[in-house]
């Protein structure tokens, strides 16, 4: 309860359309995971990208794909950071995309490089440096 986010790989879908290929999830799968973010009053964010966070690695009539990755948030998070989404990135290392959560809508903008700042040995030895 109160104000939460949860990021993660949850293998689960909420519609038919979250997936690709492979065996169709029953109606009841799909509504048993839908009863649970809603008994945890969790709301699934909005996400730019490809729709789909999970292959199986195969081509052709095998290729899975899945949205099983998503971030959620409490209505009240939710409240607090209306224009947050996930930007669903590709990835060549894993099965699994890689999701970049943006509370202000923009996550281009949030994650410009910043100037790198370097440890200056002699800041050690300043009392007022922790």
Request: aromatic letters at 6%.
């Amino acid at each position: 309860h109160g104000k939460a986010i949860s990021l993660g790989d949850f293998n689960e879908i909420l519609t038919r359309s979250e997936k690709e290929g492979g065996v169709t999830k029953s109606e009841r799968q799909i509504n048993e995971f839908k009863h649970t973010l809603n008994d945890c009053m969790l709301r699934d964010l909005r996400y730019r990208g490809c729709p789909f966070t999970w292959c199986n690695g195969r081509t052709g009539v095998e290729r899975i794909l899945c949205q099983l990755d998503r971030c959620t948030g409490t209505t009240e998070w939710l409240s607090l950071f209306p224009h947050a989404i996930v930007r669903h990135e590709i990835s060549g290392v894993s099965d699994n995309c890689p999701m970049r959560p943006s509370l202000l809508g923009r996550p281009d903008q949030e994650h410009k490089r910043r100037k790198v700042k370097k440890l200056e040995a002699m800041w050690v030895k300043d009392a007022k440096c922790e």
